[in-house]
């Protein structure tokens, strides 16, 4: 790679460094781990930057090599029983929106993400990362097949049963409201 290809990535890395850091925190639900998360996708990207053919759309591309950095690293925790379970995530559930909420809303804010939290551990590592991309940031079966390298098909089975699992998780505190 000469200096031009390097300022190129260093570009690429900047525009979309905020996204891949808040979408590696949705899929590990830990900010250490995201961190290393991206710093190891950003590092594949930049070492398979030459591969990168311009078929699919660079955003796609990046996407593919952060989800797959994501699922060898949650796939490592479950082989390692020892390494602390994540953190709540902290940004799964918004509290209503308003400028100056109040404590009880805080509160039940940080409660609801504990439990959405722990429902996420329910699940496969490839149930995370397919809840995560449709119920998180909106993406279709097809970019969520196509980013982690699965048939729709797969994709939505594996959405299905993300779903079902956070239901029966979250239900006995929905009864309780």
């Known amino acids: 790679m000469n200096d031009g290809d390097v300022e190129v990535f260093l570009s690429l890395v900047e525009r979309h460094?905020?996204?891949?850091?808040?979408?590696?925190?949705?899929?590990t639900g830990n900010e250490q781990d995201?961190?290393?998360v991206v710093q190891d996708s950003l590092l594949n990207a930049y070492l398979g930057l030459e591969q990168f053919e311009g078929r699919a759309d660079l955003r796609t591309w990046?996407?593919?090599?952060?989800?797959?950095?994501?699922?060898?690293?949650?796939?490592?925790?479950r082989r390692r029983p020892d390494v602390n379970a994540p953190q709540p995530i902290a940004d799964v559930v918004d509290t209503v929106a308003s400028s100056y909420p109040d404590p009880e809303r805080l509160v039940a804010s940080a409660d609801w993400r504990r439990h959405v939290s722990a429902a996420m551990n329910t699940m496969s590592p490839l149930e995370q990362v397919t809840f995560a991309l449709r119920h998180f940031d909106g993406c279709s079966i097809?970019?969520?097949?196509?980013t982690v390298g699965i048939s729709n098909t797969a994709a939505k089975q594996?959405?299905?049963r993300a779903v079902r699992k956070m239901r029966?998780?979250?239900e006995p505190h929905w009864s309780g409201r």
């Open 34 to 36: 995201a961190k290393d």
């Open 17 to 27: 460094r905020r996204y891949l850091y808040n979408l590696a925190l949705r899929l």
């Open 142 to 146: 097809n970019e969520i097949a196509q």
């Open 158 to 160: 594996h959405i299905f």
């Open 62 to 77: 990046l996407n593919r090599i952060l989800v797959n950095s994501a699922l060898n690293h949650l796939r490592s925790l």
């Open 168 to 170: 029966v998780a979250l």
